[in-house]
């Protein structure tokens, strides 16, 4: 056993003390220990000896998922918190019930808070570094850069104008880094989650705002920091605002022996895992391996954007209009396997708006998920026939694919001609545009117009 050190006489909790501390206690234990099976078969699932930094970052982000989600890895609702909190209050009248002597629960209270800073610091390093290697919001693609503003949601708008400022993301991921490890010792538990608070809470205000999908996790992270904070609040209080003399609680249990090694060995462990191998596989992933695009390369010499000169539809030619929902107006090419069309046809949105890192191509999905106005499609090339097979990215439209048929007469002009999505023959003329970005060029560079 472990010898502990214990607190005067006067340490002796009231009744609501004691009731109230019962409920929390139950409460962050099932917020915070992974219960669910759907996150353990994930986890199962997982090619250890190939890990992934989305491994790491998906097993960082648990939250209770008992009424809501399809898969252990989805964000929860706050109608899981209400079940747990009734659970937490059946439990907290069973166990006062049946507990009448304890004067006190230091030594739970010491470990629900080590339990708490430790869940913390992980979920936040979790995003920290997908910010500090700016993956989390990556610079515009050239069909983002070439749709209206109108056709964005908020979501992607935020998420579009953090992501043309690099060095300010990779701030922000370090801001969550620093906290996340200053939670990992109790002497500066209370910076990092007062860091984390007012961190957080900004996110979890955006989010609201800009009608993100992170607010329930964001806010699952600030009630986490509160209890964190709350050890120290008061004495604060005492000493900044009323510059009162105040001694700090340096409870904590005595361990001897194996109890140390283990203690010792179980931290390094989680930092180990989700500091150092985790930085190290985010910063190879920002190299080599970005999650938001996909990585497999398009056509060769063809990235850009073009416009459709001509328009044939069963071999007849359709005029430029801007109403016209068959005739395309302006088709870019990628860098990697992405051909996106711009027309007047409607475009279902994918409203997809928390963060998902995915393994593969095909669900690699944020160049489309929160924009309209083009149709975006992965393909894949028989460079020996010259033919491309594209099929529509977007989740409301499984199923549409095209065969067509390339030529490149010049190094500027490429020719499509296939069968389209209603079976009709279409032959598209494609010229690019030698476009200039002014994001690209930076400030100080002159554009010429």
Known sequence: MSKIETKPASSTWSAVEKGIFRFLFIYFLLQAIPLDWKYYANVFSIHWLHLSYGD???????????????????????????????????????????????????????????????RLAIGIIGYGFLKFFPLQAPFPSISNLNTAYGDFTDWK????????????????????????????????????????LVFTGNVFISNLAYEGGEHVYSFYLITFA??????????????????????????????????????????????????????????????????????????????????????????????????????????????????????????????????????????????????????????SQDTINHTLFLENKNSHYKGEKLSLKYTRPDTSTIILSGIDRNKDSIYVVLNKINKKYPLLLGRRRVLKL
Request: charged share 20%; no cysteine; hydrophobic share 45%.
């Open 226 to 379: 509160l209890f964190v904070l709350s050890f120290d609040a008061i004495r604060i209080y005492n000493l900044v605002s009323l510059e009162r003399p105040t001694e700090p609680n340096r409870f904590k249990p005595l361990l001897t022996g194996n109890q140390q090694i283990i203690r010792i060995a179980l931290k390094s462990l989680v930092i180990f895992f989700f500091v150092l191998l985790y930085g190290f596989k985010a910063s190879s992933g920002f190299r080599h391996n970005p999650y938001q695009f996909p990585t497999t390369p398009g056509l060769a010499r063809a990235t850009g954007i073009y416009n459709v000169s001509e328009f044939r539809l069963n071999k007849k030619v359709l005029p430029y209009s801007a109403t016209d929902s068959v005739r395309w107006k302006d088709v870019v090419f990628e860098k990697w396997a992405t051909i996106s069309i711009r027309s007047n046809r409607p475009v279902l949105i994918d409203s997809a708006n928390y963060e998902q890192v995915f393994e593969k191509d095909q669900d690699r999905d944020y160049e489309l998920t929160g924009t309209t106005g083009r149709h975006y499609y992965s393909y």
């Open 157 to 196: 708008i935020f998420s579009m104008s953090l992501g043309i400022v690099p060095n300010y993301e990779s701030f922000l991921g370090a801001i969550e880094i620093i906290a996340g490890l200053l939670l990992f010792w109790r002497k500066t538990a209370t910076i990092g989650a007062l860091i984390i």
């Open 56 to 118: 790491i970052f998906n097993i960082s982000r648990y939250t209770p998922q008992f009424l809501s989600g399809r898969h252990g890895w989805a964000i929860g609702t706050f109608a899981d918190w209400i079940l747990i909190a009734a659970i937490a209050l059946i439990g907290a009248i069973v166990w006062g019930l049946r507990d009448k002597k304890s004067g006190n629960y230091q030594v739970l209270y010491y470990w629900l808070r080590v339990i708490v800073r430790y």
